[in-house]
């Protein structure tokens, strides 16, 4: 059984950083794609990012494009989100989630965390 536990998440000032791990359990397959997801009050599901099995492709929402970088370490079982320059507007909860398949897809994830709360505010 896959689980996917966040942390991380906290209250920043705008312009402040923060950085969200995922660390994962009960894989059965040697890749898994994961991805960062969030989604705000009110508002749509959004993809924020997402990475490869191997970490050597990842791609980001426009929206924080230049600002997020996803990574992950395998042998630790831990994929990060670093978020710099943090705006009011990525005030969300972020979840992370897992594709069965090496790399990351349009289909909705198979497995999903709890979340962690980002708050951006002055």
């Known amino acids: 059984q896959l689980q996917l536990v966040e942390s991380g998440g906290g209250l920043v000032q705008p312009g402040g950083s923060l950085r969200l791990s995922c660390a994962y359990s009960?894989?059965?397959?040697?890749?898994?794609?994961i991805g960062w997801f969030r989604q705000a009050p009110g508002k749509e599901r959004e993809r924020v990012s997402c990475?490869?099995?191997?970490?050597?492709?990842?791609n980001y929402a426009d929206s924080v494009k230049g600002r997020f970088t996803i990574s992950r370490d395998n042998a630790k079982n831990t994929v990060y989100l670093q978020m710099n320059s943090l705006k009011p507007e990525d005030t969300a909860m972020y979840y992370c989630a897992a594709w069965r398949v090496a790399y990351c897809s349009t289909y909705i994830p198979n497995s999903w965390g709890q979340g962690t709360q980002v708050t951006v505010s002055s």
């Open positions: 990475i490869s099995s191997s970490g050597g492709s990842t």
């Open positions: 009960g894989f059965t397959l040697d890749y898994y794609a």
